[in-house]
């Protein structure tokens, strides 16, 4: 048996139709068999089926999204007293805010919008992104509250702070949670689940009386910040037509997994539903911890124990009795209050939930083309970029498997792929550097969501702002922009250098770039272009040995990163080739 056939083995079993589609069949789907719901045509929205009547009323609208792959999330909570509507990504992909602006516009109905968020870089990015484009378009009141509940990871020194899992599920005064997802992998997994049910819930019941905008949000706020989640894995999850993105042994466990297969605090033997409750609830309290959960003896702390299809019922009824049993302990708080509720009224929801009391590699390519986007220098090089980038999707979905969710190279490959798909069909705007750039920057973010779409999208903008405004095509005008751009993600994402993100070789190369902005005889030759492929490729090498302070891999244990950051990688690729097309355009 040869490696391809052992890769095709390896991919998880799923009743689909084509992993590419999935996504937009399942919402069909969900808004056909679900009468209260219907799909906004074109868009991976669902919104309330009286959405027309809705927007007529005087009541606060509520909206979230995010990444497939974690149903029955957000779709299911869509409807009269929970979300007005929900914007779904691509699987374990935050949506693009060209999808998110277009569900704000759906719901906007001049009285005021709540937006809740799960705490990951693609989702902040992108809705934040979608409200200020909102911001400018409509005077409806509109404000966010991030969900960041994560109780797992002990340290709080980390630009990105807690994840967002499960805090959006519930509470009263104080909420300890627990989950279980399959993640589209049929297989037992007790783990964190971005579950809005807690602010859905409450912050949809207070938009249907009629309360004020800042009365929600103030509430929601109290919600996130007396939220506490914790999760534990006994297998895989995988993306559609993926190998399962880690392996643990037949009889380990996994306590703190994240929601896209992120490793978690620690790797024990299997232990039983007793043992490992206790494990969990202390995890939580930990009173070393940064993170835990934070519950006084005259608090009253409501419980969620989740499962969303991963554990039989019978485990499940155990499960349940060990938390309660474990939380009547007098050494853990004198009032717990243990909530518990089955709602099996959708199609595979099996939910405990708390009811609210409160080509070719092409990258030499020197022929001339009839299509002028390809016959242009810039053109060429972008072409150059985008074929040597699907040429390592595989080599950064690996990297991206021991700190993320594995699909890192698949991402870039999408927004790669349009980029080719545009250059061939002649629409780039070649000639204008400025409206170039601009495009680029929106295709990229159309196509490819989550965070890295989010991102090069800002960085990509900022450049061809600075060129719009310059009007030059001197080579400072392009180091300016470069710097620019470098220094809008870092405004966005709050990473600075040394925090193990894409940032490293991007700063470093700023640097580079301000010092020869005060060299009279700059020049770019193929010594500079030497210099900065190196600067920029050691920059993003140097990552493997950093402890990771922003993006998902922040929530990874230390243990865990021994390769580079694929972020800071594809950056070095994209680098190197474009430095490599301009020493041989120099040649020439």
């Known amino acids: 048996m040869d490696a391809d056939d052992e890769k095709k083995m390896s991919i998880t079993k799923k009743m689909i139709n084509d992993p590419d589609q999935c996504v937009d069949e399942n919402l069909l789907g969900f808004a056909a068999s679900h009468q209260f719901v219907k799909k906004i045509q074109g868009y991976r929205i669902l919104v309330r089926a009286d959405i027309e009547q809705f927007r007529k009323s005087k009541k606060v609208s509520l909206i979230s999204g995010g990444g497939s792959g974690h149903e029955p999330m957000f779709a299911g909570f869509v409807g009269e007293g929970c979300l007005t509507a929900a914007v779904a990504g691509p699987v374990f992909t935050s949506p693009p805010p060209s999808q998110i602006l277009q569900g704000l516009k759906m719901i906007d109905n001049g009285v005021g919008i709540l937006v809740l968020i799960i705490n990951y870089t693609g989702d902040r990015l992108n809705f934040g992104i979608a409200i200020q484009k909102f911001n400018q378009i409509s005077k409806t009141p509109i404000r966010s ?71 929600i949000v103030n509430t929601a706020s109290k919600v996130v910040n007396n939220t506490g989640t914790i999760g534990l894995s006994m297998s895989s999850c995988s993306i559609p037509n993926r190998a399962p993105m880690f392996k643990l042994g037949a009889k380990e466990m996994e306590l703190g997994l994240g929601i896209h297969g992120e490793p978690g605090v620690k790797r024990t033997d299997m232990q039983t539903a007793h043992t490992t409750v206790k494990i969990m609830i202390d995890h939580m309290l930990d009173e070393k911890s940064n993170t835990r959960i934070k519950v006084g003896r005259d608090d009253q702390v409501a419980i969620v124990l989740n499962n969303l299809g ?53 990258s030499q390519m020197k022929s001339k083309s009839n299509v002028p986007n390809l016959s242009s220098p810039f053109g060429r090089c972008l072409l150059n970029v985008c074929n040597k980038l699907c040429e390592k999707e595989s080599y950064l979905n690996e990297l991206d498997s021991f700190c993320g969710d594995g699909d890192c190279g698949t991402t870039i490959k999408l927004g790669s792929s349009a980029l080719k798909t545009a250059l061939h069909n002649d629409t780039l705007s070649v000639n204008d550097p400025a409206k170039f750039i601009d495009e680029i920057s929106i295709l990229w973010q159309n196509s490819t969501g989550g965070t890295a779409g989010a991102i090069y999208s800002l960085f990509l903008s900022a450049i061809a702002k600075i060129l719009a405004q310059k009007r030059s095509e001197e080579p400072k005008t392009w180091l300016t922009a470069f710097v620019e751009g470098t220094e809008m993600i870092m405004t966005y994402t709050m990473a600075k250098p040394g925090d193990r993100t894409m940032i490293d070789p991007l700063a470093a190369a700023a640097e580079f770039f301000k010092k020869e902005l005060y060299n009279d005889s700059f020049t770019v030759d193929e010594k500079f272009l030497d210099e900065l492929a190196k600067i920029v490729h050691e920059s993003a090498l140097s990552t493997k040995d950093m402890i990771a302070k922003a993006g998902r891999a922040s929530y990874v244990a230390k243990a865990n990163l021994t390769h580079p950051d694929p972020g800071a990688m594809a950056v070095d690729i994209w680098f190197n080739t474009i430095t490599n097309f301009l020493k041989e355009e120099l040649i020439e």
């Open 145 to 215: 509250v991030i969900v960041a509940d994560d109780c797992a990871l002990k340290s709080k020194d980390r630009s990105a702070g807690r994840r967002g899992l499960a805090g959006t599920v519930l509470v009263l005064k104080k909420m300890i949670t627990f989950e279980q997802k399959t993640a589209l992998n049929p297989q037992k997994v007790l783990n964190f689940f971005p579950n809005l049910v807690a602010p859905l819930r409450i912050c949809g019941a207070m938009a249907n009386a009629g309360l004020s905008l800042d009365e």
């Open 310 to 362: 991963g554990l039989s019922q019978i485990e499940m009824g155990i499960l349940s009795k060990e938390v309660i049993f474990y939380t009547n302990a007098p050494a853990t708080c004198a009032v717990w209050r243990p909530l518990l509720q089955c709602d099996n009224d959708q199609i595979d929801y099996h939910n405990y939930e708390i009811q609210p009391v409160d080509s070719s590699d092409g």
